[in-house]
T-cell receptor, first 111, second 114 residues
Framework: QKEVEQDPGPLSVPEGAIVSLNCTYSNSAFQYFMWYRQYSRKGPELLMYTYSSGNKEDGRFTAQVDKSSKYISLFIRDSQPSDSATYLCAMGDSSASKIIFGSGTRLSIRP | EPEVTQTPSHQVTQMGQEVILRCVPISNHLYFYWYRQILGQKVEFLVSFYNNEISEKSEIFDDQFSVERPDGSNFTLKIRSTKLEDSAMYFC????????????FGEGSRLTVL
């Protein structure tokens, strides 16, 4: 079983739609959960950072962590064409010495 | 806004040659990382570095790889004898002590091994 699983997509939705992106994981020691956005041939850019379980909201983005189910989600409201990118989930244990990334979901927002 | 900078942006080398990739992390950050991304594939962890020593390394980070913080600002990744399969984007990242796991990435160094 992979440590982090993420549907690679591609996912295509119309502008203004709500987007839901998800990851599952197997390591119960993970404490830090992040979402990154990556444009083609660029470095990942941090979107959301959460510690342990719960929800976090930042503008149009909401991150949810359910440690009991080993499941994390990112919701994007009022999606824009500029949101088109690859979205990577990432997580690590309390030492944060090794942050593991999902394979990324390629998202396309149609105008 | 402070950022992680990486050089070179692109390097082409012959198989068997040594390569050094350089990174300047954000100045008050204490944790440093190298990741690799083969074209079209996932971002893979190579190594993390804290307090002048390796914290953790992956199975990819074999004896051909080494990291160094030669001075107060630079963080380098050396590949001693490059192989064709080392062709990839190499990303450096750093994080501060109070926000472990919150990685800030550079733009990457693209390595092409011929």
């Amino acid at each position: 079983q992979k440590e982090v699983e993420q549907d690679p997509g591609p996912l295509s939705v119309p502008e203004g739609a709500i987007v839901s992106l998800n990851c599952t994981y197997s390591n119960s020691a993970f404490q830090y959960f992040m979402w990154y956005r990556q444009y083609s041939r660029k470095g990942p850019e941090l979107l959301m950072y959460t510690y342990s379980s719960g929800n976090k909201e930042d503008g149009r983005f909401t991150a949810q962590v359910d440690k009991s189910s080993k499941y994390i989600s990112l919701f994007i409201r009022d999606s824009q064409p500029s949101d088109s990118a690859t979205y990577l989930c990432a997580m690590g244990d309390s030492s944060a010495s090794k942050i593991i990334f999902g394979s990324g979901t390629r998202l396309s927002i149609r105008p | 806004e402070p950022e992680v900078t990486q050089t070179p942006s692109h390097q082409v080398t012959q198989m068997g040659q040594e390569v050094i990739l350089r990174c300047v992390p954000i100045s008050n950050h204490l944790y440093f990382y190298w990741y690799r991304q083969i074209l079209g594939q996932k971002v893979e962890f190579l190594v993390s570095f804290y307090n002048n020593e390796i914290s953790e390394k992956s199975e990819i980070f074999d004896d051909q790889f080494s990291v160094e913080r030669p001075d107060g600002s630079n963080f380098t990744l050396k590949i001693r004898s490059t192989k064709l399969e080392d062709s990839a984007m190499y990303f450096c990242a750093s994080s501060e002590r109070d926000r472990p796991g919150e990685l800030f990435f550079g733009e990457g160094s693209r390595l092409t091994v011929l």
